[in-house]
């Protein structure tokens, strides 16, 4: 069976720091990581997915199959990063999203 | 359209009653999908149509849920005899394309379910 992990409920950085949002998976296969975003008042939405290697917003993603990782890292926070950010993972060949239980950011101005 | 929509956006009921809730995908999407969300928790995965067909209703939790989408387009999740163990936000989402690889999934603003 598959699991996401998001051992962190809550992250306080300061504005212009680093920020890493953890992200640890258990499943036997290759698995699609995604990240998801909900920023207040707003819909659950697409930030980025690990097939595309793309940098959204600045912030980046490296699958990393030896750790079953794929953090979240921005190099400068900015105060309109503060969010919930949410993990997930589509099993080979399944097509539905198996989420963890999110992180709230929130960036110090 | 203005994206996926869902009503009502609030619910409160008591226990033993049915509720249905509804999902309108963006027009033309392929793909719908509900998840559930409970308190704290990130959403889980109940069912999803292609078209009309349901293609997986593994995440249901009980046969008290059901979900139908008859013409392919608007989608009904119905939970019969409510508990209050079914208080959660249901979220919608659709798609255009059949691949989550390739395609985004675009979520609704979500119902907010009260079982009192």
């Known amino acids: 069976a598959q699991r996401v992990t998001q051992p962190e409920k809550l992250l306080s950085v300061f504005k212009g720091a680093p920020v890493e949002l953890k992200c640890n998976y258990s499943?036997?296969?290759?698995?699609?990581l995604f990240w998801y975003v909900q920023y207040s008042r707003q819909r659950l939405q697409l930030l980025l997915r690990?097939?595309s290697r793309e940098s959204i917003k600045g912030f980046t993603a490296d699958l990393n199959k030896g750790e079953t990782s794929f953090h979240l890292k921005k190099p400068f926070a900015q105060e309109e990063d503060s969010a919930m950010y949410y993990c997930?993972?589509?099993?080979?060949?399944?097509?539905?999203?198996?989420f963890g239980t999110g992180t709230r950011l929130t960036v110090i101005p | 359209g203005a994206g996926v929509s869902q009503s009502p956006r609030y619910k409160v009921t008591k226990r033993g009653q049915d509720v249905a809730l509804r999902c309108d995908p963006i027009?033309?999407?392929?793909?719908l999908y509900w998840y559930r969300q409970a308190l704290g928790q990130g959403p889980e995965f109940l069912t999803y149509?292609?078209?009309?067909?349901?293609?997986?209703k593994s995440g249901l939790p009980n046969d008290r849920f059901s979900a139908e989408r008859p013409e392919g387009s608007i989608s009904t999740l119905t939970i019969q005899r409510t508990e209050q163990r079914d208080s959660a936000m249901y979220r919608c989402?659709?798609?255009?394309?059949?691949?989550?690889?390739?395609?985004?999934?675009?979520f609704g603003p979500g119902t907010r379910l009260t079982v009192l």
């Open positions: 027009s033309g999407h392929v793909s």
């Open positions: 997930a993972l589509v099993p080979a060949g399944a097509n539905n999203l198996f």
């Open positions: 989402a659709s798609r255009l394309g059949s691949s989550l690889s390739t395609d985004t999934q675009y």
């Open positions: 690990h097939i």
């Open positions: 149509f292609n078209y009309e067909a349901q293609q997986d």
């Open positions: 499943y036997s296969g290759s698995p699609e």
